[in-house]
Nanobody
Framework: QVRLVESGGGLVQAGGSLRLSCAAS????????MGWFRQAPGKEREFVAH????????YYADSVKGRFTISRDNAKNTLYLQMNSLKPEDTAVYYC??????????????????WGQGTQVTVSS
């Protein structure tokens, strides 16, 4: 049974930092892109960043580019998101996900088939 578990969320002041982790179990995902998405209250879930299977490529939403860094450790089957210079508009539930088709690099929710339960990130002004 595949399971993704996020951790590292919390309350932080604007300008602060948080590091999210996503531990995967049940199978390895070394052939798959892994991504982070977020969903704020009343809004649709949106793409934040992804990293390809060999960690060769990363891609970020414009809203987080230069502030967030995605990384992965395939040996530990774990995905990370380092978030710096946080802003109140970054407040959301953050989800990790795995792309449904190996060796693809999607940015839309429908192309990811494994999801974690989410971790809350709240940035106060």
């Amino acid at each position: 049974q595949v399971r993704l578990v996020e951790s590292g969320g919390g309350l932080v002041q604007a300008g602060g930092s948080l590091r999210l982790s996503c531990a995967a179990s049940g199978r390895t995902f070394s052939d798959s892109t892994m991504g982070w998405f977020r969903q704020a209250p009343g809004k649709e879930r949106e793409f934040v960043a992804h990293i390809t299977w060999g960690a060769a490529r990363t891609y970020y939403a414009d809203s987080v580019k230069g502030r967030f860094t995605i990384s992965r450790d395939n040996a530990k089957n774990t995905l990370y998101l380092q978030m710096n210079s946080l802003k109140p508009e970054d407040t959301a539930v953050y989800y990790c996900a795995v792309a449904a088709v190996p060796y693809t690099a999607p940015t839309t929710t429908g192309r990811y088939n494994y999801w974690g339960q989410g971790t809350q990130v709240t940035v106060s002004s």
